[in-house]
């Protein structure tokens, strides 16, 4: 765990060094809060070359169930996790193995907005964006990232009708942007520790994605 600078005082955040990276990604923790699975998330991306960051959005708390989820997104204060946000890319950058570069952000439900959202207000920093079942239709057109998406086509928390304006949003701002949907899939698809709606073959195929993805755009 380290400690990093927000605007109204201190941001904490999990993370991940490999022994030379080769890029660097923000992690961006679902409603749940910094819980194990973004913790594994980021030790795998290190395990893979690239320095990762998980920002503690909850400054601590966390939930294990939807109801707790539900109170815990009720006391949110979004102020707090922008400033929060930025302190955490801010922090990212000024390490000496990223050098300014641009780095990636991979945001999971909650974290996916928080993702796109950071792409318009960083657009010098953020090269690339990995969205998993959150979308958040914003005007794109100060952005200069590339997007990859990850959906669930029968999700009752993310309206399809949501994700396909955030898709067009980005496409009609000129960037490129590929969304892909898993048939079968619920949210949380990709969580480990959600045994309902986790599914191994979805999985690990948006891993390979990302991973290519990032690969791609950010060494």
């Known amino acids: 765990m380290v400690e990093f600078k927000?605007?109204?005082?201190?941001?904490?955040?999990?993370?991940?060094?490999?022994?030379?990276?080769?890029?660097?990604?923000?992690?961006?923790?679902?409603?749940?809060?910094l819980n194990d699975f973004f913790k594994h998330f980021s030790?795998?991306?290190?395990?893979?070359?690239?320095?990762?960051?998980?920002?503690?959005l909850h400054d601590g708390a966390m939930a294990k169930t939807v109801s707790e989820a539900k109170e815990l997104k009720s006391r949110i204060d979004d102020e707090r996790i922008k400033k929060i946000v930025l302190g955490a890319i801010d922090y990212l950058q000024s390490l000496p193995s990223v050098s300014r570069r641009r780095i990636g952000v991979v945001g999971f439900s909650m974290g996916a907005a928080w993702s796109l959202l950071l792409s318009t207000l960083k657009p010098e920093n953020v090269g690339a964006v990995v969205v998993f079942y959150g979308s958040y239709?914003?005007?794109?057109?100060?952005?200069?990232?590339?997007?990859?998406?990850?959906?669930?086509?029968?999700?009752?928390?993310?309206?399809?009708?949501?994700?396909?304006?955030?898709?067009?949003?980005?496409?009609g701002a000129g960037r490129e942007v590929a969304f892909h949907f898993y048939p079968g899939t619920k949210h949380w698809f990709v969580e480990e520790n959600r045994p309902v709606e986790y599914n191994r073959d979805a999985a690990d195929l948006a891993w390979k994605r990302t991973l290519e993805f990032l690969d791609s755009k950010l060494r």
Do not use: C, M
């Open 43 to 56: 030790n795998k991306l290190a395990s893979q070359g690239f320095l990762a960051l998980a920002p503690d």
């Open 6 to 33: 927000a605007e109204d005082g201190q941001g904490k955040g999990y993370l991940a060094s490999p022994e030379k990276p080769r890029g660097a990604v923000l992690v961006l923790h679902a409603w749940w809060g």
């Open 137 to 171: 239709p914003i005007d794109f057109s100060k952005a200069e990232a590339s997007y990859l998406g990850h959906f669930a086509p029968d999700d009752e928390w993310e309206p399809i009708a949501d994700v396909r304006a955030t898709e067009e949003k980005i496409r």
